[in-house]
């Protein structure tokens, strides 16, 4: 019950519905209006003010906190941005990230790729060919190809940023599927970025990465509507 009440306080902050600097009723008030025990409300909102979302202060009490003190890259906060009905200006400043990450790791991946990243990388290519982008098979397959890009790349640093940029693969995937009446097949995209790798090409691998990208991006602004 206490993820409900993060999720739905979270939400409302993040699409602006809880301006920063907006503060919160005493405890048990909220706790009341939100029909939980104090209990229950108290754990929502640790779990706020440890994603970044909100501070409590004595004599001050809770309200929200600067949008740069966010940590847009919680899973939590990612999939509240990108549920139901996502937000443009922050569903093009992942593809922004994404653009900038994903290129640099494909190029590294190209460098220092093993075997064993090569296999995970078909076997992921391999699922998503027979399972489709539109069943959870399909998606979880696309992440595990991101993923195994990231490993091979061997930047920890890449690595530690894999998760949530497979955690917006995924979901902005799963948006645009249900979103698009005929979807763009974008595997030719990864199985393009694979071959690069493979052949040891880092500046191709960069560069169909960089297109993988911008054609995922602009499939999005087709499904989400243009960014302001």
């Known amino acids: 019950m206490n993820q409900l009440v993060a999720r739905k306080i979270g939400t409302e902050i993040l699409k602006g519905e809880r301006p920063p600097g907006s503060g919160f009723r005493g405890e048990i008030e909220e706790a009341d209006a939100w029909g939980v025990s104090r ?5 929502a909102m640790r779990s706020l003010i440890a994603k970044g979302l909100i501070e409590s202060r004595p004599r001050r009490g809770t309200h929200v906190r600067d949008p740069h003190h966010w940590n847009l890259l919680d899973l939590d906060i990612l999939s509240w941005i990108l549920s139901d009905e996502p937000d443009p200006a922050f569903s093009g400043e992942i593809f922004e ?14 460098q220092r790729r093993s075997d064993a990243h090569l296999a995970r990388m078909e076997d992921a290519l391999n699922q998503m060919e027979r399972a489709g982008l539109a069943t959870d098979e399909g998606r979880l397959a696309d992440r595990a190809f991101h993923a195994a890009i990231f490993d091979a790349s061997g930047n920890n640093f890449f ?37 690069a790798i493979a052949k040891q090409d880092a500046d191709a691998a960069s560069r169909t990465m960089a297109k993988l990208v911008t054609l995922a991006w602009d499939d999005m602004r087709l499904a989400v509507g243009p960014r302001d």
Do not use: W
Request: glycine letters at 2%; hydrophobic letters at 50%.
């Open 97 to 110: 990230l994404r653009a900038i990450i994903e290129p640099a790791a494909a190029a590294m991946a190209a």
């Open 159 to 195: 690595i530690a940023l894999s998760a949530p940029v497979e955690a917006a693969v995924g979901m902005t995937t799963r948006f645009k599927q249900e979103n698009q009446a005929e979807p763009r097949d974008s595997l030719p995209d990864h199985q393009a970025v694979f071959a």
């Open 39 to 43: 209990t229950v409300y108290r754990e």
